[in-house]
């Protein structure tokens, strides 16, 4: 494998799976099995720019914290650099690194001009107060000013991430260009150009990629049993739309405990109570509480993961019931699962085709504020899913054709697009 000059190594514990390796590897397979040049392979398996930020912050006690911040660059050659922020505890280089590779992957497969990256602190968002969250997001923004612009890098939310982090990050790119420029971030609020179904793109597209691979096996969604691992933007609104869509929804959790009610959950029910309940889920009525491992291997039709990476391992792959696990998170299943579900004839959606639904959203509401449109939600949900079930066919076929599973079918569409993008560009200088 070929492993990239700009990011150290961190040392791996026992049970660690690297991201950034296994994001090689998927490359690797479609490398082979694209028959790509070695030289083209090389640059594609590492990032062209890596941005490591010290982010001095006062604390409302008046200490003084330094924190990390990264943005990693992977790939600018089909447009302006694309991927959201995120900020969690176990943040680290290499991990960022991996997202921001899967996001050029995912943006060449739905047919969208960006290049992909990443950006993320390490740090848990629940241990500051919003003052502070603000301080370190500006502070954050500002070390990134030269690197990001609306035809040059666009973050967007990602895990611990919202609305509210891109309006403060919209806003100090904004005062320190002198202007207004809300193109610089998307998923950022209606008030200031956000768009209309962006909130629920993640999970719409979720519930799309779902339903499309039903009716491949000629299942109605109707009655499907579903869990879901993860409550929150993504898990939350794929739950929803799911529930809406007459599928039952066995088990879903948040990091606070998961829970399960074999008839299926009332999830807007459901959601109320979260609401109410300081986002916990357990007590919720008529339902059990199950653990993390429970859920994962509960008796169901479609495994939705969507939390963070390596849920699914070599270790519990085996208990999966699900026929369908759909990727709402960017790299849930680890390699050795990958390959375990695929010798067990589970359908894997891989997360550069499940989760696509956010960013091309991003794009529809880049493309809005770049034309000084705005549209309805009918009109942002439909050019989305248009997007999405075009993507999805392409992938059966591409399976179909070369006889290879949906992931590396998926991979050899994203990659095949950049690398032929790269050839044509040809080496500078
Ligand atoms: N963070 C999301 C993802 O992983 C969205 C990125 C974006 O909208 O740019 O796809």
Known sequence: M???P?????????AHICPFDQACSYLDDAGKELQLDAGILAILSSPRKVVTVSLPVKLDNGEIQV?????VQHCDVLGPYKGGTRYHPAVTL???SALAMLMTWKCALLGIPYGGAKGGIALDPNLYSVEELERITRRYTSELIKDIGPSVDIPAPDVGTSAREMAWMMDTYS???GHAVPGVVTGKPISIGGSLGREMATGRGVMIAVREALALQGKPIAGTRVVIQGFGNVGGAAALLLHQAGAKVLAV?????GIYNEQGLDIPALKVYAAEHHRNLVGFPGSQAITNTELLALPCDVLIPAALENQITAENVNQVQASIVAEAANGPVSLDADRALEKRGVLVLPDILANAGGVVVSYLEWVQGLSYLFWD????????EGLMVNAFHRVVQQAKARQIPFRLAAYT???GRVAQALVDRGLYP
């Open 253 to 257: 959790s948040k990091g606070s405990g």
């Open 377 to 384: 939600e009918e009109r942002v949900n439909r050019e989305m």
């Open 67 to 71: 924190l990390t911040g990264h943005r």
């Open 413 to 415: 569409l994203g990659v």
């Open 175 to 177: 005062m320190n260009v």
């Open 6 to 14: 700009l990011l150290p190594l961190e040392a791996p514990s026992p």
């Open 2 to 4: 070929v492993s990239s």
């Open 94 to 96: 290499r991990e960022v």
